[in-house]
C-alpha cells in the first residue's frame, strides 16, 4: 500500500473552536462574529463572503494556552490568539504601552516553546484606537510599546511581517497571529513610505510591520497583503471621499503585488484569493463594495465595520494571493 497522503483540510476550525479542540487537521478559519471568543474577529460584518480566508493546517493538532496567548498548533504552523482588556484609561497611555509590549513578549516567548520563531502575518484590534493627545494617543502609545518588545533581543519578528491594526468596539486589544519557522520575504510599497520608516510626526516609534509579504503557511506560499488605506508617502488622502479612498487603497495593493513580482496585467486584482474590506462608517459599505467590484471582479469581497487608526482614514483593505 502506498503511504497515506498527508492528511489535508476536512475540518473547519469554525465548527471546532470553543471548547473543544480540532482533534483532525483541518482549516483555520476565523469567525467574524463581534464576539468574546479569542478566535474570532471582533468586528461586526457588513456582509460579503468569509469563506475564503482560511488557512491550511496539517495535524497531529495541538490546542493550548500559555502566555496568556490561546493556540491551535499543527506541522510547523500555529494560529495565535489574544484579548486583554486594558480598562481603555485614557488618561493613563503608558497601560496601553506597557500592554503592547507585554503581550509581544508573550508571543515572542509562547513562539519559543513551540519553536516556530516567525511571526507571519498579526492582527490588531485595539479600542478607541485614536483617543488620546498628540503622543498619547493610544494607537502611538501601542506602537511605542511594540517597537519597545523588538528592541529586545532573539525576539519572534526577526523580519517585520504583513499586519492589520484597526479599532474595534469591544474594549482593550485582541490579536491574532501565523506562527511558523520559515522566513518571511517583506514587500514594501514603493507608492508609501514604509511605515518602520514613519517620520517622527506619527509617533515617538514607528508602526512595525511590513506592507506584505511572502509567506510559507503548510504547504501553500502566499503573497499577504497588509491592512491598506488610502496613504500616498506617509499622508492620508481624500479626507473626506470614501470613494476616493477606496481607489487609492487598491492602487496602493496593485503597488505591492508589482513589487512582489507576481503582477499579472491581465489578471490585474482579479489574481487576488479573496479581499477584505474594513469599513468607519457601515453606510458606506454599499459604494466599496460596488468599488471593490468593479476594480477585483470576482473576487470574494468581506465587509467589516471598523473605525481606523487615523481619524480621516474611512476605508482599509487586505488581501491574499496563493502563489505557485
Ligand atoms: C498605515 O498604513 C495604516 O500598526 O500594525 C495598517 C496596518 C496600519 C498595520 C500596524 C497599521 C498597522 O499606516 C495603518
Request: aromatic share 6%; glycine share 8%; charged share 25%.
Amino acid at each position: 500500500m502506498p503511504d497515506a497522503p498527508t492528511p489535508v483540510a476536512t475540518v473547519r476550525w469554525r465548527a471546532h473552536l470553543g471548547s473543544d479542540a480540532p482533534r483532525e487537521p483541518g482549516l483555520i478559519h476565523v469567525r467574524h462574529a463581534a464576539e468574546a471568543n479569542v478566535f474570532a474577529c471582533p468586528l461586526p460584518s457588513l456582509g460579503g463572503d468569509f469563506d475564503r480566508e482560511s488557512w491550511r493546517i496539517t495535524g497531529p493538532l495541538e490546542q493550548g494556552h500559555a502566555e496568556g496567548w490561546g493556540y491551535v498548533a499543527g506541522r510547523g504552523m500555529a494560529f495565535a490568539a489574544l484579548h486583554i482588556d486594558d480598562g481603555e484609561h485614557i488618561d493613563r497611555p503608558e497601560q496601553i504601552q506597557q500592554a503592547a509590549f507585554d503581550t509581544y513578549n508573550q508571543l515572542f516567548r509562547l513562539q519559543r516553546s513551540l519553536g516556530l520563531g516567525q511571526v507571519q502575518r498579526i492582527w490588531h484590534w485595539l479600542s478607541n484606537v485614536t483617543a488620546g493627545e498628540g503622543d498619547d494617543e493610544r494607537y502611538r502609545r501601542f506602537c511605542r510599546g511594540r517597537a519597545e518588545a523588538l528592541d529586545g533581543h532573539d525576539h519572534g519578528m526577526p523580519v517585520l511581517p504583513p499586519a492589520t491594526l484597526v479599532s474595534s468596539h469591544r474594549r482593550g486589544l485582541r490579536m491574532h497571529a501565523l506562527l511558523a519557522d520559515t522566513a518571511v520575504v517583506p514587500i514594501e510599497n514603493p507608492r508609501q513610505v514604509s511605515a518602520y520608516a514613519y517620520p517622527r510626526d506619527y509617533g515617538e516609534r514607528p508602526p512595525a510591520f511590513a506592507r506584505g509579504g511572502r509567506v510559507q503557511l503548510g504547504a501553500t506560499s502566499y503573497l499577504l497583503i497588509s491592512g491598506t488605506a488610502s496613504i500616498v508617502g506617509h499622508e492620508s488622502r481624500h479626507v473626506g471621499d470614501v470613494s476616493a479612498q477606496a481607489r487609492e487603497a487598491l492602487d496602493n495593493v496593485r503597488a505591492v503585488m508589482r513589487n512582489a513580482d507576481c503582477w499579472q496585467a491581465d489578471r490585474d486584482l482579479g489574481a487576488l484569493e479573496c479581499l477584505k474590506a474594513y469599513i468607519r462608517d457601515p453606510d458606506h459599505a454599499g459604494v466599496v463594495a460596488e468599488i471593490a467590484a468593479a476594480e477585483a471582479p470576482g473576487v470574494p469581497l468581506a465587509l467589516l465595520h471598523a473605525p481606523l487608526c487615523r481619524p480621516e482614514l474611512l476605508v482599509e483593505f487586505e488581501a491574499q494571493m496563493p502563489l505557485p
